[in-house]
T-cell receptor, first 116, second 113 residues
Framework: GAVVSQHPSRVICKSGTSVKIECRSL??????MFWYRQFPKQSLMLMAT?????????EQGVEKDKFLINHASLTLSTLTVTSAHPEDSSFYIC????????????FGPGTRLTVT | AQSVTQPDIHITVSEGASLELRCNYS??????LFWYVQSPGQGLQLLLK??????LVQGIKGFEAEFKRSQSSFNLRKPSVHWSDAAEYFC???????????FGAGTTVTVRA
């Protein structure tokens, strides 16, 4: 149980284009989803927290107009990287938690974004 | 705000030997503590967690961790490592306020034959 999927697993896009990453909780309802960014050989950096049906809360320093997050249902959240640039290339990981889960997060397999 | 320190960036251990990964946290109240493992290019898998109660917690793959409030530590141990244990290990702390997790920098474990 508690499986989270991400799609796509890898994406290459040209500079200036937008790319959407989906995060789905497959067998549970995720009241909260989190989006992280991970640089090579580094830890996870929380980008934003989203609750179903409400606007995402972004961490300090994360551009909300660049990284659009939508949490339209209890099983789906999307991250759209708008006008992507090479410096946006990274590994993006989502996680999901349930109400009352006491902070336990279930992680997706990640999406490798390369902007050329 | 809470924070996590993993003092060891890289540990090399022989297959069959014991492993201990250190984790120290900073938080004013009782934290929620987690250990995750990440294989290259993959997401994170939960090894074990501590919320309350027994301070020695058992996890998957033969791992265990001990919560020591006096030392603000939550060290991960495994009595005998397997080559498949080579991975990146992250300690994380959460709180009951917002359920966000703060991650340590991670420890890379290399297993030699």
């Amino acid at each position: 149980g508690a499986v989270v999927s991400q799609h796509p697993s890898r994406v290459i896009c040209k500079s200036g284009t937008s790319v959407k990453i989906e995060c789905r909780s497959l067998d549970f309802q995720a009241t909260t989803m989190f989006w992280y960014r991970q640089f090579p050989k580094q830890s996870l950096m929380l980008m934003a927290t989203s609750n179903e049906g409400s606007k995402a809360t972004y961490e300090q320093g994360v551009e909300k107009d660049k990284f659009l997050i939508n949490h339209a249902s209890l099983t789906l959240s999307t991250l759209t990287v708008t006008s992507a640039h090479p410096e946006d290339s990274s590994f993006y990981i989502c996680s999901a938690s349930t109400r009352g889960g006491r902070g336990e997060q279930y992680f997706g397999p990640g999406t490798r974004l390369t902007v050329t | 705000a809470q924070s996590v320190t993993q003092p060891d960036i890289h540990i090399t251990v022989s297959e069959g030997a014991s492993l201990e990964l250190r984790c120290n946290y900073s938080y004013g109240a009782t934290p929620y503590l987690f250990w995750y493992v990440q294989s290259p290019g993959q997401g994170l898998q939960l090894l074990l967690k501590y919320f309350s109660g027994d301070t020695l917690v058992q996890g998957i793959k033969g791992f265990e961790a001990e919560f020591k409030r006096s030392q603000s530590s939550f060290n991960l141990r495994k009595p005998s490592v397997h080559w498949s244990d080579a991975a990146e290990y992250f300690c994380a702390v959460g709180t009951s306020n917002d359920y966000k997790l703060s991650f340590g920098a991670g420890t890379t474990v290399t297993v030699r034959a």
